[in-house]
């Protein structure tokens, strides 16, 4: 974890320094914008390539999808909404077809009459049927029924005459409807139905066999437009790198903007590798852990496992942090250590004192102990020898 914390420190120089020194705050700004513009751009440039491997839910639509699982048989299946599931975009060769097919007796003025006809009764049995839910929530159909005869009660008579007249209108709308032909009557409809029954179980393994496929296809293409740019950055931030080291001339600025170049393009790098791994092995182990579960009656077992991984990233997180607060509370008391030994003050009471003497004559703290690699007195505060330079590392406390 230590190594990982002087790495980010390095990576940290090598994106906010100049030869060593801090940027100025005007040339962060500017680096900020820079990142912000390269970050777009990359992500236009990722998405359209990407694209080309359309989402499952593009490339096999649910409207598609639908017509598979069972031939449709009402008019508004048929529909042309907004977006037919088969636009100018890459998908199924079975849902083109099928949309060819669909085209060819959904595209008449027959159909279209008859869908429009259809709606307008489906509109009115709507309404209807709102109507009569309103009117039995005022009024009980048992009670009115009783009351009905009642000379003045002429409210409960009105609510009467209207409740069997919207139920009337029901049944008729029911006659009118069934004097539609039915879309299986229409021109190529047997053709589209012949089409989803021979194809069914094809397009059902085609779907499965791209929802696999598709996060490998995606990680191709969004490596065919990051790939060249992030080996690039990184070649000029090695080199750069390298001339730095060896104390070589070199262009800081070249270094510096390769370095955010390479670190920016090397995250959708990371991310989609990330997002594959978890396609390929915990999402597919998952799934059967899951289903071996239900079948053994313990899906409870999952809630343990879950609060398990739980508690252990937790604890990890809470040891990285403590440990390092303590490191730097060891760090920070060094640095203080050696402060006060350099204005002779005491460590214990702080009163001023001479670190050639043995002890502190305010308080009796012992300033001086023996080095184990020469055998003379030293400061027992510091980390070397004054008399041979010994680390504090090699002799006693």
């Given at each position: 974890m230590w190594n990982l914390f002087q790495k980010t420190r390095i990576l940290k120089e090598d994106?906010?320094?100049?030869?060593?020194?801090?940027?100025?705050?005007?040339?962060?700004?500017?680096?900020?914008?820079?990142?912000?513009?390269?970050?777009?751009?990359?992500?236009?440039?990722?998405?359209?390539?990407?694209?080309?491997?359309?989402?499952?839910?593009?490339?096999?639509?649910?409207?598609?999808?639908?017509?598979?699982?069972?031939?449709?048989?009402?008019?508004?299946?048929?529909?042309?909404?907004?977006?037919?599931?088969?636009?100018?975009?890459?998908?199924?060769?079975?849902?083109?077809?099928?949309?060819?097919?669909?085209?060819?007796?959904?595209?008449?003025?027959?159909?279209?009459?008859?869908?429009?006809?259809?709606?307008?009764?489906?509109?009115?049995?709507?309404?209807?049927?709102?109507?009569?839910?309103?009117?039995?929530?005022?009024?009980?159909?048992?009670?009115?029924?009783?009351?009905?005869?009642?000379?003045?009660?002429?409210?409960?008579?009105?609510?009467?005459?209207?409740?069997?007249?919207?139920?009337?209108?029901?049944?008729?709308?029911?006659?009118?409807?069934?004097?539609?032909?039915?879309?299986?009557?229409?021109?190529?409809?047997?053709?589209?139905?012949?089409?989803?029954?021979?194809?069914?179980?094809?397009?059902?393994?085609?779907?499965?066999?791209?929802?696999?496929w598709q996060p490998f296809r995606e990680f191709g293409y969004m490596l065919r437009f990051v790939l060249p740019l992030l080996l690039l950055a990184f070649y000029l931030y090695y080199r750069g790198k390298v001339r730095e080291?060896?104390?070589?001339?070199?262009?800081?600025?070249?270094?510096?903007?390769?370095?955010?170049?390479?670190?920016i393009f090397s995250l959708p790098v990371v991310y989609y590798t990330l997002t594959l791994v978890y396609h390929v092995i915990p999402k597919t182990l998952l799934k059967q852990l899951i289903e071996y579960l239900v079948a053994i009656g313990l899906l409870s077992v999952l809630n343990y496992v879950a609060i398990a991984a739980v508690v252990l990233l937790f604890g990890a997180v809470i040891y990285w942090i403590q440990k390092r607060t303590v490191q730097h509370k060891q760090s920070e008391r060094g640095r203080n250590i050696k402060k006060i030994v350099a204005l002779s003050q005491c460590v214990a009471c702080g009163y001023r004192v001479d670190y050639r003497k043995p002890f502190c004559p305010y308080c009796g703290e012992a300033l001086q102990e023996i080095c184990h690699a020469c055998g003379k007195p030293k400061s027992r505060y510091l980390p070397f020898c004054e008399s041979c330079g010994a680390p504090r590392e090699e002799h006693g406390a």
């Amino acid at each position: 974890m230590w190594n990982l914390f002087q790495k980010t420190r390095i990576l940290k120089e090598d994106l906010l320094s100049f030869r060593k020194e801090p940027l100025t705050g005007f040339s962060i700004i500017l680096l900020i914008v820079l990142d912000l513009f390269i970050v777009y751009n990359m992500s236009l440039g990722i998405d359209g390539e990407t694209a080309k491997a359309p989402a499952p839910s593009l490339y096999h639509p649910y409207g598609c999808t639908t017509h598979f699982d069972g031939p449709r048989t009402r008019y508004t299946d048929f529909e042309l909404r907004e977006q037919p599931f088969l636009v100018k975009r890459s998908v199924s060769p079975y849902c083109s077809e099928l949309e060819t097919r669909i085209r060819k007796f959904r595209d008449t003025e027959t159909f279209a009459t008859n869908l429009a006809l259809v709606k307008a009764l489906d509109s009115r049995e709507g309404k209807n049927n709102r109507r009569i839910e309103a009117i039995t929530k005022n009024y009980n159909t048992r009670l009115f029924e009783r009351m009905v005869s009642l000379s003045n009660d002429t409210e409960l008579l009105r609510a009467k005459q209207e409740f069997d007249t919207l139920n009337a209108d029901n049944a008729k709308i029911v006659t009118e409807r069934a004097a539609i032909a039915p879309v299986s009557s229409m021109k190529g409809y047997d053709a589209y139905r012949s089409y989803v029954q021979e194809n069914a179980a094809a397009y059902v393994a085609e779907k499965a066999a791209y929802a696999f496929w598709q996060p490998f296809r995606e990680f191709g293409y969004m490596l065919r437009f990051v790939l060249p740019l992030l080996l690039l950055a990184f070649y000029l931030y090695y080199r750069g790198k390298v001339r730095e080291l060896r104390g070589e001339p070199y262009n800081p600025v070249v270094k510096i903007i390769a370095t955010h170049v390479a670190l920016i393009f090397s995250l959708p790098v990371v991310y989609y590798t990330l997002t594959l791994v978890y396609h390929v092995i915990p999402k597919t182990l998952l799934k059967q852990l899951i289903e071996y579960l239900v079948a053994i009656g313990l899906l409870s077992v999952l809630n343990y496992v879950a609060i398990a991984a739980v508690v252990l990233l937790f604890g990890a997180v809470i040891y990285w942090i403590q440990k390092r607060t303590v490191q730097h509370k060891q760090s920070e008391r060094g640095r203080n250590i050696k402060k006060i030994v350099a204005l002779s003050q005491c460590v214990a009471c702080g009163y001023r004192v001479d670190y050639r003497k043995p002890f502190c004559p305010y308080c009796g703290e012992a300033l001086q102990e023996i080095c184990h690699a020469c055998g003379k007195p030293k400061s027992r505060y510091l980390p070397f020898c004054e008399s041979c330079g010994a680390p504090r590392e090699e002799h006693g406390a």
